[in-house]
């Protein structure tokens, strides 16, 4: 993910991929490719005139943590530590419960974004009651245990991402806007919008669309173009909330004007803009791609954190970070013990105590998953956040094992 940043904003850590002359009428892009390994490579660009770089996202985070050892968990922690608002995320079931529901409610949803979105591409029509109906499932399994769903979309490991990035960024719209407060029809609506807001995509070529390379500006330019077409085709939908509507044209708009279609700022965005946008980013980085890994919750957090101010409204990143907390349902984690455990269950007013599947002792022997709450084991804490490929591990499959 690349994002435009004034020179005075680079910091050592950034890998940079194209730098813009001040002096020129018409900017181009030149060249660089490199990490920023201190202040002084930062000096060099600015003595040579140039005014703006390209940061890829992606590499920066990895160069970041070599860097500063992970500092971006720290920082979140701080975060979290602060007393978190009102939740509408209660649970009323146990994640045991919820999870062989949300399993088949994710299935049936995916199955559903698929043949809605294939229809639209074939006739230009946006069937609405086929994803009211996705969204309401949605809607009744995050009430129930919204734990179980959202381990759900960061575990599952053979969705095509273009339909399964639609049912992620609606269930996570519907996450957080519970968490915000949102209920009854307004919960609703957020997920709709949530679950159309690619719409457009389905007008943009395959070869741009899945395009595994960086795109030529002629391709960006087209990509660009797909909020402005599932508004068009959404504004004319009798009936339907134009909250619908203006999150599938606003949800890459950013907070500082920088964003695209129309360079809104602030509160010219509407609600649905600004939710679906960081959804839409923590699910972009939070997956895997063809030609990309998925990158670790804590790690996207704090790269949302670090986009607070500028592209995102600072308070709302804040608050998602308490929502979803940097050990999401699902995250393979190391206890101040040793132990290695999976997330099963975030407690928003408590996000650094979540419940826990107990799986493997200190000396590497597996045990029999058994269930603990850091709220109940206070001497305990959480030291990491693993890989579980390193350790071969399958936390989605050791959370249904667990619900049996």
Known sequence: MLRKLPIDSLKPGMYITSVVQADLDCPVLFSADVMLESEEDIEKIRSNGYTEALVDLERSQEQWRLLHGG????????VLAEPAERTGLIPQVALQEELPHAKQIYTQTLDTAQRVMEAFKNTGQADIEAGSDAVEGIVDSVSRNANALLALTKLRRKD?????????????????????????????????????????????????????????PEEFSVMRGH?????????????????VSRGALEH??????????????????????????????????????????PMAPHSTLGMLYGMRGEDFVPELVERFIQCIGIYPPGSLVQLSDDHLAVVSQVDPAEPLRPQ??????????????????????????IKHCLDPRKYSLDPLAIMEQHAH
């Open 227 to 243: 909020p402005t077409i599932g508004y068009a085709h959404l504004k004319k939908i009798p009936d339907l909330s134009d909250l």
């Open 356 to 381: 826990l599947i107990l799986v493997r002792e200190p000396g590497g022997r597996n045990v029999p998953p058994s269930l603990i709450d850091l709220k109940q084991q206070r001497a305990l804490q």
């Open 160 to 216: 095509d991402y273009t339909f399964s990035h639609c049912i992620n960024v609606a269930t996570a719209a519907v996450i957080f806007a519970k968490h915000l407060g949102y209920e009854g029809s307004a919960l609703q609506t957020i997920g709709l919008a949530g679950f159309f807001h690619d719409l457009g995509k389905m007008e943009v070529p395959l070869e741009i669309l899945n395009s595994p390379r960086k795109l030529s």
């Open 252 to 293: 890459h708009e950013r907070f500082n004007g920088k964003g695209y279609p129309d360079g809104k700022k602030g509160d010219e965005i509407g609600p649905a803009g600004k939710i679906l946008a960081i959804v839409d980013v923590y699910d972009a980085l939070s997956s895997r791609r063809v030609y990309k890994e």
């Open 71 to 78: 500092s971006d968990e720290a920082v979140l922690r701080k």
